[in-house]
């Protein structure tokens, strides 16, 4: 059964752009779907729909079997995790106060939530001793993705929707954390879907890859040895 599927969606802007085109895209329970593809290709869209931050034009998006557009957008929020490229932690509060939110939003006492986060700073490797306590500005960026990554686990959703969410980093760091990542995903079990434009990432992360084409159009669907034709 698909946690996640898309059903003729479209998307036009109201400046009369098409950034997506009669979309079909099912996402198994646990699976790890890559969207790559040139830059403007209506990827981002595609998540952001998802995520219901905008409203497809055409079709149905639907989250273990509920339509998204139908769904109170707070609920939403606790099925869907989402990590951006530039992870906009908040600046004047410490690592752990940026993780707590989401679990004080989610009505935990401090204490909980302060444990919470500190649970999941060490999910997604980083020492607390050493970290709990800093501000965004005194992270790498490696770090703060991983901030980002455990803010965006920290309501602990099925899904997790992630824009780029090693674009920022270096090569050799960018790796290490696409690994991890993996690691984290079987073991959590969570169903992902992430963009990219970097073809390399998209292959060594999927389990199956969506290649977009301008005009927001899929032009292929499948795994990666698929793709490579092997
Ligand atoms: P990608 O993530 O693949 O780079 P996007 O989904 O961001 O692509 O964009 C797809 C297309 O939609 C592009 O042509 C982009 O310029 C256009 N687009 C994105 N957002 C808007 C918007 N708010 N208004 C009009 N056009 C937009
Ligand atoms: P990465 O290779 O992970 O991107 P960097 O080379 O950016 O790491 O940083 C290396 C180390 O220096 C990291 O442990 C990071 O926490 C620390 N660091 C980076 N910037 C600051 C800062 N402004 N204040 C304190 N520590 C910092």
């Given at each position: 059964p698909a946690m996640i599927r898309l059903t003729g969606v479209g998307k036009t802007y109201p400046?009369?752009?098409?950034?997506?085109?009669?979309l079909d895209l099912a996402v198994g329970a646990g699976e790890l779907v890559v969207l790559v593809g040139?830059?403007?290709?209506g990827k981002s869209t595609t998540l952001k729909m998802i995520n219901r931050l905008i409203e497809p034009t055409t079709g149905t998006i639907e989250i273990d079997g509920r339509d998204v557009m139908s769904q109170d957008p707070v609920a939403l929020r606790r099925e869907i995790g989402y990590v951006i490229?530039?992870?906009?932690?908040?600046?004047?509060?410490?690592v752990e106060a940026n993780v707590m939110t989401v679990p004080l939003l989610l009505g935990e006492s401090r204490a909980t939530a302060r444990e919470r986060a500190h649970e999941l700073m060490e999910l997604v490797g980083l020492d607390v001793e050493t970290y709990a306590r800093r501000y965004p500005h005194q992270l790498s960026g490696g770090q703060r993705q991983r901030v980002g990554v455990a803010r965006a686990l920290a309501a602990n959703p099925p899904v997790l929707l992630m824009d780029e969410?090693?674009?920022?980093?270096d090569p050799v760091v960018r790796v290490r954390l696409q690994d991890e990542f993996l690691r984290l995903q079987r073991e959590l079990g969570k169903t992902v879907v992430m963009v990219t434009h970097d073809i390399d990432e998209a292959v060594r992360m999927g389990d199956r890859v969506a290649v977009f084409a301008t005009?927001?159009?899929?032009a292929q669907l499948g795994t990666p040895a698929e793709l490579l034709g092997r």
């Open positions: 400046d009369g752009t098409t950034a997506v085109h009669d040139p830059s403007g290709c490229q530039q992870v906009g932690l908040f600046p004047h509060q410490r969410p090693f674009g920022a980093v005009g927001g159009r899929l």
